[in-house]
């Protein structure tokens, strides 16, 4: 259950879709998130939305309202957790080339994504020991901070590194069920279908990512926090903050662009 101390809303977004007016767009999300004391990142390309924001819950909720209007975003889904403080200094509208940096051309998620597969549904998986392989996609330091049980990392220190490190894992792996998991989802988008066109042959992404199987099914078959892209640092299966352990005064903070 949330501390009734925790009053302050973190939201975590994002949505492939053909965006257009991004410079109208940057003002007037920049506006509404100043006039509503919001704080975070938001980063907009023609690709689409990707965003981490906090603030009380009735400025959250008028910006997702506000955000929802149009056609291009009004099924946006929203992943919430609480804190007791603003997890972050400032306020960021950035317009970007793409909202998660991968760097490979032709690797589109408006048109083609990997099978998703629900949180309850990998829990069931593992649950009942189904041979598959679970494929951490985030940055090494990232996946120091917690994982689930026998997950292999990708092997990175930045996402736009995934394709050469693609070429090191197990060619057994192509005919095996492989999972694909981030914090939230969005970097999937993009692996799910690169491993795809290399040849791996039953390729599924956990959907809504490490915090969606969080909040749905706690952290069984998950050992460690989850590392997230401001103050906390990490979140456990509660969704709670617990700092990272110290770990962000000795690796480096990547960013979600």
Excluded at 191 to 197: I, K, N
Excluded at 224 to 243: H, I, N
Aim: aromatic share 8%; glycine share 10%; net charge negative.
């Amino acid at each position: 259950m949330r501390n009734t101390v925790d009053s302050v809303v973190n939201i975590a977004a994002y949505k492939f879709v053909t965006l257009d007016g991004l410079e109208s767009r940057r003002a007037d999300l920049l506006a509404l998130c100043e006039r509503l004391s919001l704080k975070g990142t938001i980063l907009l390309s023609h690709e689409g939305i990707n965003l981490f924001l906090a603030g009380a819950r009735v400025a959250i909720d008028a910006f997702l309202s506000e955000l929802r209007r149009g056609p291009a975003l009004s099924e946006l889904e929203v992943k919430e957790s609480f804190s007791s403080r603003q997890p972050f200094d400032r306020l960021f509208v950035k317009i970007k080339r793409e909202i998660i940096a991968f760097g490979v051309d032709g690797i589109d998620p408006r048109i083609e994504t990997s099978r998703r597969i629900s949180a309850t549904e990998l829990k069931r998986w593992l649950d009942d020991g189904k041979p598959v392989t679970l494929l951490d996609v985030r940055n090494d330091f990232e996946f120091d901070v917690g994982t689930f049980d026998g997950a292999i990392p990708i092997g990175v220190k930045h996402f736009r590194n995934f394709l050469d490190a693609i070429g090191k894992l197990p060619a057994e792996m192509k005919k095996r069920p492989v999972v694909t998991f981030c914090t939230g989802g969005i970097r999937c988008e993009k692996a799910g279908p690169l491993l795809e066109r290399l040849g791996f042959s039953d390729v599924y992404q956990l959907d809504g990512g490490i915090l969606k199987y969080f909040e749905e099914c706690g952290g069984e078959h998950y050992h460690g926090d989850c590392f997230v892209f401001d103050q906390r640092v990490a979140l456990d299966a509660d969704l709670r903050e617990t700092g990272g352990a110290g770990v962000s005064t000795i690796l480096p903070r990547p960013s979600i662009e």
